[in-house]
């Protein structure tokens, strides 16, 4: 069965027009829900952001670009914003995914080892 539905399915906008899509899952160890994009020019996925139980991060790349908001926890959705107007290389195909959050140390990297 699906469990991660993402609306609208399919989208043609002009220049002027806002852009907003949803992201919601039905998965309750579900805390997480991340946004991607994959243009024509570079068909690997990159990360645009995430909701994570209810706060937002977008990557530095796509700041200014998009915004990301929503509840991924409680309410098992967020949501994708293009607060500006789309530029070109903003055509792209866009993918939600929902994920249970994983927090990992490397202890090597915390502390230094005496030679």
Known sequence: TDKVHQTPTAILKGP??????SCSHTDSN???ILW????AQNTALKLIGY???TSPTVEDSF???FDVSGDAAANKMAYLH???????E?????????????CFTIPSL?????L
């Open 16 to 21: 002027e027009d806002k852009v907003n899509l």
């Open 30 to 32: 579900y805390n997480m």
């Open 36 to 39: 991607y994009q994959q243009s």
């Open 51 to 53: 909701v994570w139980n």
């Open 63 to 65: 700041k200014g670009r």
């Open 82 to 88: 293009f607060p500006k107007v789309p530029e070109a």
């Open 90 to 102: 903003d055509s792209a195909v866009y993918f939600c995914a929902a994920s249970k959050a994983q």
């Open 110 to 114: 915390l502390y230094k080892n005496p």
